[in-house]
C-alpha cells in the first residue's frame, strides 16, 4: 500500500493525504474528507515509508521496536465516536505516530476491556505502547499494568498515578469561564456536569466563592458530560428552579450544545434570557446557533505531544514520569452576552402598603408580629416562608475585590444598597408573615466606628483594626465617617421607602463587643483579668455612646417603619422602640464573669427600650442563660443556628426552659426541623422563619405551621 493507493480510494490528491498525515493544518479539507483519508488509512495498515523518512532525518539508529504501532483508549466514552473533543486527541496523536514511524493499529474504549475480541486482539498483535484519553478508572488501571508499560494520559484532571501525563489544566479552564460570566455581571450561574472528583465543577465552586456570590446547590447538575446529560440536565434544573439562571456554565461543548437546544424548547432565548459558556471548542461549537462561546483546549497539540512522549518513551528517551502542561484560550462568540435584568414583577416607586413585594396583607401582618411580641399569638406560631419568586430574575451586583474605594461604596453607598435591595425585593416570595426588609448594614456592632480613633476597613466585610490603648481614649466622634454616614444613609433609606418596605435598625449592639473590635478579642480577655475597673469604665463609655446613637436612629426610622422598629437581619418588627441586645464575646467567659461584667450592660440596655431581644449566638451561650432570663424588659430571645454545629431540635429543652420564664423564641430552622419544633414548643410567642426552593414550598410550610401549631397556655 503507498500513499498514491490511499489517494486513489479516497478519491483525493496524493498531496493532499500527505498534508493530512503531516500537517497539523486542517483548513485545506472538509472534516468529512479527513475522516475518509484516516478510515482507509486504519483499514489497509499503510504506514509511511520509515526507512526514508529516517534518511531524511539523518536517523540510521537501529530501532528495537516490536511492531511499531500503538494504540488509544478512549477512558470517558462508550463508543470512539460519541466525543468529537477525544476523537480529535485521537486523530492529532495517529497524525503524529505516522508522522515519526508508528501506526495506531486500533482504537477502543475502556467500556471494552471486557471484550473477550478485544483483548484476543491485543494479545495476537501487542502494540509497542497506548494514549489514554480521559480519566481512567481501577479497572483500566490494571488492564494497563498487565498489558504495556509505555503509556501517557491525557486530560483536563491530573491523575495520581506514576505515568506520562499531558495535560490542559481544566481548573484554570474552568475558572477561566467562570471569571467571564462573573464579569459580565451574571451572579445566577448554573453548572452542568459531572461534580465527583472532577477540578471544573472545583473551579466553578471557588470562582462563585471568589466573586462573593452566594453558592446555591440547586444551581449545580451532576450529569454526565454528554448531550444526553446536557439535555436532561436542563430539564432537572428547570424543574427545581422555577426562575432559570442567568447564565449556565457546561462541563463541555456536547453538553453545551445539547443543553441550548432544551433551553430552546423551554421557550428560553440564547443569550438573551440565558447565556451559555462551556470547555473544549469543538469544530461543532462555530455552527450551532448562537455560536458557543467556549474555552479553547489545544486538542491537536494535547494528542500530538502525547504521540511524541509515548514514542520517546518506547525507544529508551526518557525513564521518569513526564508532565507537561498546555495552554487554553477564551474563545469569544455569541452565546454570552451581559446581565440585562428582566424584571417580569412589575417596581413602582412608592406604591404603598407593600403590595407590588408580594402582595402581602401588611396590615394582618403587623397585628400578628405585635401579637408575639405580647405572647398572644392564636392560630399559627408568627411563620415567615421566603423563596424565590416565580418568573423573577435577578440582577448580579458583583462585590469588589481590589479597589478599597469601590468596596466602601458597594457596602455603603445608599443608591447602591438600595438596587440592590429591590432587585432582591422583585425576585422574592414573601410567604406568610413575611415582608420585605431592608438592612441598613454598616456590619457588626459598627457603634465601635462612632469613637475617636477608630479605623474601620471594607473589604470581604466591615471590620475594625484594634486602635484602642487605654480605655480612658474612648470619646464620642459625632463627626466620624460611620456615625455620618450611618444618619445619612437612615435617612436616605426612609426617602426611599415610602410604605414600599421596612427598614432595619444597624447593628448598634454590644457594649463588650464594641470593646472587643476596638481593643482586640485577646487583649480584651486579658483586660477582664488584670484592669476590671477599666473594663466596665469602657462598657460605661461605650453605653453612653449606644444610647445617643440609637435614639437618632429611631427618631428617623420610625418614620418610615410604621411608627415601629425593626432589626432586618432577624426579619423581626416590633410596636414602639425595638433594640437587640448581644455580648458574643461572652461564648469566652464563665457565668460568674457574665454576672459581673455584662449582666450590667444588658440591664441597662433593656431598660431604655420598649421592645428587646436577646441574639444568642452560640450554644455556648446556655451556661449564661439563667442570668438572660432575670432580664425583665427582654422579651425573646433569639436562638442562631450555627454552621456545622448540631441543629436547633437538638436544643428542645433549652428553648422549652426560655419559654417557661415567659420569654419567646425567635429562629430559622429547615422544612424538616418545623414539625419537631412545632410539636414541642408554645406557639403563642414562637417565630419561625423558613427558606425554602419555591413559591409552592413556602405556601405549604405556612399551611404546616397552621395546622401544626400548638398552644401550652
Known amino acids: 500500500m503507498t500513499l498514491k493507493d490511499v489517494a486513489r480510494l479516497a478519491n483525493v490528491s496524493t498531496s493532499t493525504v500527505s498534508r493530512i498525515i503531516n500537517s497539523k493544518d486542517n483548513s485545506f479539507a ?21 526507512t526514508a523518512r529516517n534518511l531524511r532525518l539523518r536517523d540510521i539508529t537501529e530501532h528495537t521496536r516490536a511492531s511499531n504501532s500503538i494504540a488509544c483508549i478512549f477512558a470517558r466514552v462508550k463508543k470512539t465516536i460519541d466525543n468529537p473533543f477525544f476523537t ?39 502494540v509497542d505502547g497506548m494514549v489514554v484519553l480521559g480519566r481512567f478508572d481501577v479497572a483500566t488501571t490494571r488492564f494497563l499494568k498487565k498489558y504495556t508499560n509505555n503509556f501517557v494520559y491525557v486530560g483536563l484532571n491530573g491523575i495520581d498515578f506514576d505515568c506520562d501525563q499531558v495535560l490542559c489544566d481544566g481548573y484554570e479552564a474552568a475558572l477561566s469561564a467562570m471569571d467571564y460570566l462573573v ?8 453548572y452542568l456536569g459531572e461534580t465527583k472528583h472532577e477540578v471544573r465543577y472545583k473551579a466553578y465552586i471557588h470562582a462563585l466563592e471568589k466573586a462573593g456570590i452566594p453558592i446555591e446547590s440547586r444551581l449545580a447538575i451532576n450529569c454526565e458530560s454528554s448531550s444526553n446529560g446536557g439535555y436532561n440536565g436542563i430539564q432537572q434544573l428547570l424543574d427545581t428552579n422555577p426562575t432559570p439562571p442567568s447564565a449556565i456554565f457546561c462541563i463541555n461543548d456536547i453538553t453545551a450544545i445539547a443543553a441550548m437546544k432544551r433551553l430552546r424548547e423551554a421557550g428560553l432565548k440564547i443569550p438573551q434570557d440565558v447565556s451559555v459558556i462551556s470547555i473544549d471548542d469543538i469544530e461543532m461549537a462555530q455552527y450551532v446557533a448562537p455560536m458557543l462561546t467556549t474555552v479553547g483546549i489545544p486538542k491537536t497539540e494535547l494528542g500530538a505531544m502525547a504521540a511524541k512522549i ?23 462568540r455569541e452565546s454570552v ?52 419568586r416565580d418568573g423573577a430574575i435577578r440582577g448580579s451586583f458583583p462585590r469588589p475585590t481590589n479597589n478599597k474605594q469601590d468596596c466602601i461604596k458597594w457596602w455603603l453607598d445608599p443608591e447602591q444598597v438600595i438596587a440592590r435591595f429591590r432587585d432582591d425585593a422583585q425576585a422574592t416570595y414573601y410567604g406568610g408573615d413575611a415582608f420585605p426588609l431592608l438592612n441598613c448594614n454598616l456590619g457588626p456592632v459598627c457603634h465601635a466606628g462612632y469613637f475617636k480613633g477608630s479605623q474601620p476597613q471594607f473589604e470581604s466585610s466591615i471590620w475594625f483594626d484594634h486602635t484602642l490603648e487605654d480605655y480612658d481614649d474612648l470619646e464620642f466622634d459625632p463627626h466620624s465617617f460611620m456615625y455620618k454616614t450611618a444618619i445619612a444613609n437612615a435617612k436616605a433609606f426612609v426617602e426611599d421607602a415610602k410604605g414600599d418596605y421596612v427598614i432595619g435598625m444597624p447593628d448598634i449592639s454590644g457594649a463588650a463587643d464594641a470593646l472587643s473590635h476596638l481593643r482586640g478579642a485577646d487583649k480584651l480577655l486579658m483586660d477582664f483579668m488584670d484592669q476590671p ?20 436612629m429611631q427618631d428617623i426610622l420610625s418614620k418610615g417603619n410604621f411608627g415601629g422598629g425593626s432589626i432586618a437581619w432577624l426579619h423581626t418588627w416590633a410596636p414602639g422602640f425595638l433594640g437587640q441586645l448581644q455580648c458574643d464575646c461572652s461564648v469566652m467567659l464563665s457565668p460568674d464573669m457574665f454576672e459581673e461584667f455584662l449582666l450590667h450592660e444588658l440591664m441597662v440596655q433593656s431598660s431604655k427600650l420598649e421592645q428587646c431581644l436577646y441574639h444568642l449566638d452560640g450554644e455556648e451561650q446556655v451556661r449564661h442563660l439563667p442570668y438572660l432570663l432575670q432580664v425583665p ?49 408554645d406557639a403563642s410567642n414562637l417565630y419561625m422563619r423558613v427558606w425554602v426552593r419555591n413559591q409552592e414550598e413556602a405556601d405549604a410550610v405556612v399551611k404546616l405551621a397552621k395546622h401544626q401549631s400548638r398552644f401550652k397556655k
Open 30 to 50: 472538509s472534516e468529512a474528507v479527513r475522516n475518509r483519508v484516516w478510515e482507509i488509512i486504519k483499514s489497509t495498515g499503510y504506514v509511511p515509508n520509515v
Open 88 to 126: 480529535q486527541i485521537a486523530r492529532a496523536v495517529e497524525q503524529q505516530a505516522l508522522a515519526m514511524g508508528y501506526v495506531m493499529t486500533y482504537s477502543f474504549t475502556a467500556f471494552d476491556i471486557e471484550n473477550i475480541a478485544i483483548l484476543d486482539k491485543i494479545m495476537t498483535g501487542p
Open 183 to 190: 464579569n459580565q455581571g451574571h451572579k445566577t450561574i448554573a
Open 310 to 332: 509515548l514514542i520517546d518513551r518506547i525507544e529508551k528517551g526518557h525513564k521518569l514520569p513526564t508532565k507537561i502542561h498546555l495552554p487554553h484560550k477564551l474563545v469569544i
Open 337 to 388: 452576552t451581559k446581565y440585562k435584568p428582566s424584571l417580569k414583577v412589575n417596581i413602582k416607586k412608592g406604591e404603598s402598603n407593600m403590595s407590588y413585594f408580594g402582595n402581602v396583607n401588611w396590615e394582618q401582618i403587623k397585628a400578628r408580629h405585635t401579637a408575639f411580641w405580647k405572647g398572644e399569638l392564636t392560630e399559627s406560631c408568627l411563620i415567615a416562608a421566603y423563596a424565590p
Open 533 to 552: 475597673d477599666k473594663v466596665k469604665q469602657g462598657i460605661d463609655k461605650v453605653l453612653g455612646v449606644w444610647e445617643i446613637a440609637i435614639n437618632a
Open 633 to 681: 424588659n427582654l422579651h425573646v430571645i433569639q436562638w442562631t443556628n450555627v454552621i456545622s454545629r448540631r441543629p436547633v431540635t437538638a436544643f428542645i429543652p433549652v428553648l422549652q426552659q426560655i419559654q417557661a420564664a415567659g420569654k419567646g423564641i425567635l429562629t430559622g430552622c429547615s422544612p424538616k426541623e418545623l414539625p419537631i419544633l412545632l410539636e414541642n414548643l
